[in-house]
């Protein structure tokens, strides 16, 4: 048996994942442990856990991999200031005690790490490093259901590339064009993440979110100044605009005067129409690129599928486009599209790239519904609740499936906390918040009492896998939450002139369908596919809903409030279900109701964690 | 000396030879600035670096 372990650290998003044999046994990321929102440091308990979850300590293990190459970052940073300079000095001047002082010697460092989690580690020979983007790339092909397949990354930046183009073929990766750093469609997108007031690295999907509010006013202006966008698809930034490569903020003054403001302030600033129209038009930019890259690469290379990975690939407006445009017959995206999923890119490309191992091809992807994280057994729930004070009910799964599709369908905001935890960003029915998609008031109520958000943004709808095409306009699988699509016309509300008119969340308040609430303004829809296969009590709780209902859809929103990393532990999930107003919380076979507990246990959650 | 090894390998493979006075330089003067500070923290809006 050979065991491979891939880490992902010190930047932002720290993972671990293992492999044994090829075969996709746990991976996690470390927010998860330390309750620390994008944490960085090096992925100790994720380390710890997948180890366990394997049953291999780590001096059993084969090799290590990390996810990208320090020495070739460095000398990115390097060659950057000399052909900045004098420009870059600030940046430079922050950069470099950092990198003089820890992460140059990183293959040190991460061997001080990994002595921490088991002492008898000390082959150095064991550890290796990964590219970046290779990383990325072996996370989208080796897992998917493809024998041969095109694989476009895209994210901010690893050590050089920004973006690139890969051949999949069996058990073998090759990259065959890269986009270097300072030219990035990531860093692009954040750079008016950042402008419009929102964090950098997680408000992306925010501006994803506000865009369809807005009109690409702004679009020519983008393509005119900021962005040469070839017929390829492949594009150059003018750096006159951008701060990110020798500053310390990503736009600059020259961008600010382009549009004709500063960026918001998201203390004391709200967002206005202006702001909605700039992300139409950059999530327009965006789109265009890669509907370029992805139509003239299907006709250069001449393949069928396309496999998709890296930040960007999380834009899934975009990869609703490229679906609908029908370019690739077959679309798979790896669902820890971000850094954390490189650890498990890392190691696939190490067993199957270097060691040249064979690749069995199956129907179905390989990576278990992305359900790859620790689980609790029926004894150790119940042992943690009651040492939290919980009061539950141990009920049978039928029964259990039968009252939370009635709780759901009277409205009841609902906490689901199932098997094993998901790996990547999106929450797929183990660690999720439910609700009632018909609910004309779910989405408000949700939004302020459980997540302590006013958002401009819907709930993502679960839909049972053989219903999707009679609710959504989509007859592929998304079991990732990866795809957007439009609202079946057949369950769509036209709005008439006046409501036309409303703003921002009046707009997404009025009735556009019969699931309001998981229905944008442009009647699109976030979708995720519920499969048997890969999540079987979830599928049935929403037959069992559909039976009651007639509607085989529930929204699905992340076990958290606004900021804080998804529930990990009944621990997490029982704080949170007494810091917000969530009605019930189902844990593997217990059943709490709110109005049973003990109500000294209740927690102030409102302000605990920042908003993105 | 591992590190040193390593280093140059890379830049033999990389035939960045250009770089490495820069390096030399920076670990001099870098020396000087690690030391008179306690740690080293990117503040840094996105992690470029």
Not at chain 1, 43 to 66: C, G, Q, R, T
Not at chain 1, 185 to 197: D, E, Q, V
Not at chain 1, 426 to 432: F, V, Y
């Amino acid at each position: 048996m050979t065991c491979i372990l891939g880490i992902s650290a010190f930047y932002h998003d720290s993972a671990a994942s293992i492999i044994v044999d090829g075969k996709i046994i746990a991976a996690a990321q470390e927010e998860r442990f330390t309750r620390k929102k994008h944490d960085s440091n090096y992925p100790y308990n994720a380390v710890e856990f997948v180890l366990k979850y394997s049953n291999f300590k780590l001096s059993e293990v084969d090799h290590i991999v990390f996810y990208e190459k320090p020495f070739l970052k460095f000398e990115r940073l390097l060659e950057t200031y000399v052909a900045f300079a004098p420009k870059g000095f600030l940046q430079f001047s922050k950069a470099m005690p950092l990198w003089l002082k820890e992460k140059l010697f990183q293959k040190k460092m991460l061997m001080d790490c990994l002595k921490e989690n088991d002492e008898n580690f000390k082959d150095e020979k064991k550890i290796f490093f990964s590219e970046h983007h290779m990383s990325h790339a072996a996370s989208a092909f080796f897992p998917s259901p493809f024998d041969e397949a095109i694989i476009l990354t895209a994210d901010g930046v690893g050590e050089w590339a920004t973006s690139t183009v890969a051949i999949g073929k069996d058990n073998n990766v090759e990259i065959k064009k890269e986009i270097h750093f300072p030219h990035s469609l990531g860093l692009l997108y954040s750079a008016f993440t950042y402008y419009t007031g929102f964090k950098v690295n997680s408000g992306e999907y925010k501006l994803m979110g506000l865009a369809p509010y807005g009109d690409p006013k702004y679009k020519n202006l983008i393509k005119d100044n900021l962005i040469d966008i070839k017929d390829d698809g492949s594009f150059r930034l003018d750096q006159d605009f951008f701060n990110y490569s020798t500053g310390l903020t990503m736009t600059n003054e020259k961008f600010n005067n382009l549009f004709g403001k500063m960026p918001r302030n998201s203390k004391n600033e709200k967002i206005t129409q202006f702001h909605m129209d700039v992300a139409s038009s950059i999530q327009n930019v965006t789109e265009e690129v890669m509907l370029k890259m992805a139509t003239s690469l299907r006709k250069e290379y001449n393949l069928k599928n396309l496999c998709l990975a890296g930040g960007v690939a999380l834009n899934c407006v975009a990869n609703g486009k490229i679906l609908e445009k029908k370019i690739f017959d077959k679309i798979w995206i790896q669902p820890a599209a971000g850094d954390a999923g490189g650890s498990l890119g890392a190691a696939l490309a190490l067993w199957y790239k270097e060691m040249k191992k064979e690749r069995k091809i199956f129907k179905t992807d390989q990576m278990q519904g992305s359900y790859l994280g620790p689980e609790y057994s029926q004894n150790e729930i119940e042992i943690k609740l009651k040492e939290a004070g919980a009061i539950f009910k141990v009920m049978k799964e039928e029964e259990l499936i039968d009252k939370t599709a009635e709780d759901l369908s009277k409205g009841k905001a609902i906490g689901w906390f199932q098997g094993r935890m998901e790996f990547g960003p999106r929450a797929l029915g183990a660690r999720s918040i439910l609700g009632d998609p018909r609910s004309e008031t779910m989405q408000k109520d949700l939004n302020l009492k459980v997540k302590y958000r006013e958002s401009f943004r819907p709930f993502a709808p679960s839909v049972l896998n053989d219903q999707v095409s009679e609710w959504f306009d989509i007859k592929e699988e998304s079991p990732y939450m990866l795809l957007v699509s439009n609202v079946n016309k057949k369950k769509q509300i036209k709005m008439d002139d006046d409501q036309k008119k409303l703003f921002g969340i009046d707009k997404l308040n009025v009735k556009r369908s019969e699931i309001p609430a998981a229905t944008h303004v442009d009647y699109s829809a976030r979708i995720q596919t519920v499969h048997k296969e890969t999540n079987p009590r979830y599928f049935k709780l929403l037959e069992k809903f559909k039976e009651k209902t007639g509607c085989p859809v529930v929204i699905n929103t992340s076990f958290n409030v606004r900021g804080e990393p998804i529930v990990n532990t009944p621990d997490d999930a029982f704080n949170c279900f007494m810091g917000t107003e969530l009605d019930k919380l189902i844990i593997g076979n217990c059943y709490l109701d709110k109005k049973n507990q003990n109500q000294k246990l209740k927690k102030d959650y409102t302000s605990k964690f920042e908003l993105d | 000396m591992s590190f040193l090894k390593e280093f140059w390998e890379f830049l033999r493979i990389r035939k960045k030879y250009w770089l490495f006075p820069i390096i030399i330089v920076l670990v001099l003067f870098g020396g000087l600035i690690i030391l008179s500070q306690g740690s080293a923290v990117a503040p840094f809006i996105y992690t470029i670096f």
